[in-house]
T-cell receptor, first 114, second 111 residues
């Protein structure tokens, strides 16, 4: 089974802190994604990556950056956390190529910024 | 990008079949139809996908209309563990198969 592991299920940080959310996948997938999920707004794509050291902005990249130094790991960085970044963060991965390829999600990290 | 339309919520009795509809009238000829679901406090999980023909797997069946403008996810015998939000999605061909999640259908299963 494909496994996408997010480093924390719950995280509490203070405004202005630098926050790292880590995601690791074990299936050698080329594509990795970061989403956030908020009530009433559904899942929204923050950033995605097609390959090591490559990144593309999603729909809501402001206030976030990402890092993909190794194929299996995709990190989401909040340079200076703000209260409006309190949310559920979901990481996913998929093989590249065809649109029939499936995205596999982690369990999510619920981040609270106080 | 092609959009999908789903009812906000549906209710079912346990052990009965459930038909979850999805409209995608602007679908293009190469768009696959994917279904995901999200159980409470979990990330979304893949359920099934198809292009033109009906599809079956251990979780569900997918019935695709002949004109492909709509599809129906079928759970043959709903259980309490099937209570979730079900998303019908057409992955973006031009953006690494990016998924755009709409509101989905919240399925409630009554014992």
């Amino acid at each position: 089974d494909v496994k996408v592991t997010q480093s924390s299920r719950y995280l509490v940080k203070r405004t202005g802190e630098k926050v790292f959310l880590e995601c690791v996948q074990d299936m050698d997938h080329e594509n990795m994604f970061w989403y956030r999920q908020d009530p009433g707004l559904g899942l929204r794509l923050i950033y995605f990556s097609y390959d090591v050291k490559m990144k593309e902005k999603g729909d809501i990249p402001e206030g976030y950056s990402v890092s993909r130094e190794k194929k299996e790991r995709f990190s989401l960085i909040l340079e200076s956390a703000s209260t409006n970044q309190t949310s559920m963060y979901l990481c996913a991965s998929s093989r590249s190529g065809k649109t029939k390829n499936i995205q596999y999600f982690g369990a999510g990290t619920r981040l609270s910024v106080l | 990008d092609a959009k999908t339309t789903q009812p906000n919520s549906m209710e079912s009795n346990e052990e009965e079949p459930v038909h979850l509809p999805c409209n995608h009238s602007t679908i293009s000829g190469t768009d696959y139809i994917h279904w995901y679901r999200q159980l409470p406090s979990q990330g979304p999980e893949y359920v099934i996908h198809g292009l033109t023909s009906n599809v079956n797997n251990r979780m569900a069946s997918l019935a695709i209309a002949e004109d492909r403008k709509s599809s129906t996810l079928i759970l043959h015998r709903a259980t309490l563990r099937d209570a979730a939000v079900y998303y019908c999605i057409l992955p973006n061909n031009n953006a690494g198969n990016m998924l755009t999640f709409g509101g989905g259908t919240r399925l409630m299963v009554k014992p």
